[in-house]
């Protein structure tokens, strides 16, 4: 199992920007791919990007052109550019071990989780 903790959220005006990072410990990075993904109040969690271990990312188009998750070591991270109000969410990132099935963007596919961070965007 791996143990993830994500760090780096916090509140910015429209239009600023924000660093996540999503830290791993335990049985450190292993399987398919890395996830973000995100939760706004009162609505399902939903994909943000991922990236393989082999560097393929994959994004959300509502993201694309704006944020960029990458990985180094033990840690994956998503720079966040050109904020909307419609980006506050609790992001939370996951680990894709490759014990299950499902498309890239499925929140089913992964199945180590960390509890979230807060990421508020003001007008």
């Known amino acids: 199992q791996v143990q993830l903790v994500e760090s780096g959220g916090g509140s910015v005006q429209a239009g600023g920007s924000l660093k996540l990072s999503c830290a791993a410990s335990g049985r450190t990075f292993s399987g398919n791919a890395m996830g973000w993904f995100r939760q706004a109040p009162g609505k399902e969690r939903e994909f943000v990007a991922a990236?393989?271990?082999?560097?393929i990312t994959h994004y959300a188009d509502f993201v694309k052109g704006r944020f960029t998750i990458s990985s180094a070591q033990n840690t994956v991270n998503l720079e966040m550019n050109s904020l909307k109000p419609e980006d506050t969410a609790v992001y939370y990132c996951?680990?894709?071990?490759?014990?299950?099935?499902?498309?890239?963007?499925?929140?089913?596919?992964?199945?180590?989780w960390g509890q979230g961070t807060q990421v508020t965007v003001f007008a």
């Open positions: 990236i393989t271990w082999s560097g």
């Open positions: 996951a680990n894709d071990s490759g014990r299950r099935i499902g498309v890239i963007s499925a929140p089913s596919r992964y199945d180590s």
